[in-house]
């Protein structure tokens, strides 16, 4: 079993600043690779941003250049931060995180909340 535990969301303005964490533990040697994703209410849950056991990132287009995903790794843990600049508006959403271990089901965050206000 996978651990996931989201954090660092909140309420900052326009073009603000935010970094999310994004601790897994357990059975983190399982992991092939982890990645951000945001849910609005009602719509489907999209890739913000991906990264893989290697170091290899991906990037959804509407974010690439604004944010950063990177990983830490230690013994018992994987942490994953997704580095946002010149937040927007319409980037309100429930962010979550994602482990993927390959035959597994994805083990998910309970998600944190990121809100900009104009």
């Known amino acids: 079993q996978v651990q996931v535990v989201e954090s660092g969301g909140g309420l900052v303005q326009v073009g603000d600043s935010l970094r999310l964490s994004c601790v897994a533990s357990?059975?983190?040697?399982?992991?092939?690779?982890m990645g951000w994703y945001r849910q609005v209410p009602g719509k489907e849950r999209e890739l913000v941003a991906g990264i893989l056991s290697k170091g290899s990132v991906y990037y959804a287009p509407s974010v690439r250049g604004r944010f950063t995903i990177s990983r830490a790794n230690s013994s018992n843990t994987v942490t994953v931060y997704l580095q946002m600049n010149n937040l927007k508006p319409e980037e309100t959403d429930v962010y979550y995180c994602?482990?993927?271990?390959?035959?597994?089901?994805?083990?998910w965050g309970q998600g944190t909340q990121v809100t900009v206000s104009s």
């Open positions: 357990g059975d983190v040697n399982c992991i092939a690779q």
């Open positions: 994602k482990a993927d271990c390959p035959g597994r089901p994805y083990y």
